[in-house]
Every structure is written in C-alpha cells, then in structure tokens.
C-alpha cells in the first residue's frame, strides 16, 4: 500500500484552474471508487463493480467535455460570419450524443437581419443530423453497417457511454449517405487505390444479387413503403487451392434494375484488372437475365 501524497503547488495550481462542476466531478469520480472498493472487499459482484467504475468515470469525462464546449462560447454580442454581422439574441442549451454519452452545454445563439440562426459552438462540433459528435456518428454508423437500427440502438443500450435511439442512428446514416454521394466520385477511386490485393490471389469473381427489404417510409415517402429489393455484391479473390483470399462488399438501397450496383462493380472489376491483369474473371449470380446482361460485359467466363 502506497503512503499518501501531499498536494504540491503545481497540482493545487491544476485544481485552481478547473471549474467548480469539475472538481465536483472529480471529487465524485474518488467517492465512488473508494464506495466500490469497500463493496468489492464485502463481497459485492465485481461485475456490478466493473460497470460502476465504467459509468463512473465516463460521468467524470462528460463534465470534462461539457466544461470544454462551454469554453469555446465567448459569448461575444455580436460576431462576424460569412461577411455578415450577426447578433447575441440568448443562451440555450443543446443536447448532444457522445461516445462519452449524452451531455447538454450552454451556447450562445446568434441572429442575422433576415431572421436566420447561428450557433458558432455547434458549428464548431460539426454535429451529424444536429444531434451526434462526430466520433459517436463514426461509431453508430459502423454498427449499423452490421445490424438494423433497432438492433444497433439495443446494442448500444447494453452498457455503451453512448444510447442512441434507432431514429437517430437512422437520421445520421441518412445525412452519411447524402455526404457520401457528393464525394463518391473522387473517394471511391482513392479507396480502391488503397485496396491490397492477396499476392497468392489467381483468380476473382464479381457477385451480383438482391435482396428483399420492407422499407417503412415516411408520411413523404408513401409510394416507397413496403417490400423492395435492395442490391447486394461482392468481389472476392481465390488462391490456386479455391480458397477464399479476401471480399470486398457493397449494398444499394433499392433501384430499378440496380444501375448503381452494376456501375461500381464495373468500376472495380476494372481497376483490379487494371492492377493485375494476370487474374481470372468469374462473375457469379442466379437465373434474373438483367444481371447477366450486365455482368457478362465484365468477363466471358462465368458460372
């Protein structure tokens, strides 16, 4: 057991210069884990201990983070924006999503002549869909790439800093996918350039199918309600031995005929080709005529 330390100046200096709901939050933070090293000494689960701690700390780094965004707001009485002077009208609060969990901070709202709103401290988290950081964005929409979004919020719900709600996690993948169109053409060949290629790869094959998906529209959305065919593929490489190697995945909310699928898949068919001419083409899909229509175009060898 270590003896106690006395506080030196500099340490005392630290503790001056943090806001009263921090120390708060720090001294809380050593409350509760001395509580839970009692509890565990009585015999309490050390599970229940584990998630303690966990929520513990992660309150103590909300406080941290809340007391950072506040700092940003200078709460000047008027500020200059896109060439145009804007003007303090009040001080709100906001509620945002983290990976640390939710945290609610104070900012300053601004206003322009023509009725228009600013709020330089939201603007400078650079929310998605107005209601997540961007490191929590990053890993909803990661979960969601792998499950549904009611999952994904149960998921997340298990003992996650962050609880997201399936609508939000629906409203950031929404404003992701229109992020992404705007830059799909410029991105998408810089990430196959990255793509690694297996060296023992001799062959790769191109995969085309759908798949059925009950789509809840919205009260705008009528006529895309009910069941629609989603588009799915995928690019795989193939050792001498058959072996899967390495696959590469894309997904297409549904589309007539699937155009957007069939595009990139050409697309990457062509910049492997293009890399390593020496592989052989399969190209893979059931009976529907229209996906041999435009995966024969790829290669003439197919299954």
Known sequence: MTSPVPLDDEVCNLLGGLSHETVKAMAALIKTFKALKARARDGADLGEVETGIAESGRHCQRVFLQDIIEALDDKAPHIEHEGKRWRRVSTEPKTVIT????????RSRYRRRDERQYCPVDARLCLCAGAMTPPAARRGVHLVTKMTFREAARSFALGDGMKPSASTLRRVAK?????????EGEA????????????EAVSFSVMLDGV??????????????????????????????????????????PESRKPGLKRLLAQECE????????LELVVLADGAPDNWTSLLHCSPCYL
């Open 99 to 106: 990976t640390l969990g939710t945290i609610t901070y104070w």
């Open 175 to 183: 404003e992701m996918g229109v992020a992404w169109q705007e830059i």
């Open 188 to 199: 998408l060949p810089a990430l196959r350039a990255c793509e690694q290629i297996p060296l």
């Open 212 to 253: 059925m998906l009950n789509l809840r529209g919205g009260k705008e959305e009528e006529d895309e309600s009910g069941w629609r065919e989603a588009s799915c593929g995928a690019v795989s490489f193939y050792d001498a031995r058959g072996e899967k190697l390495h696959t590469i995945r894309y997904g297409r909310m």
């Open 271 to 278: 910049s492997i080709r293009r890399r390593r001419p020496d």
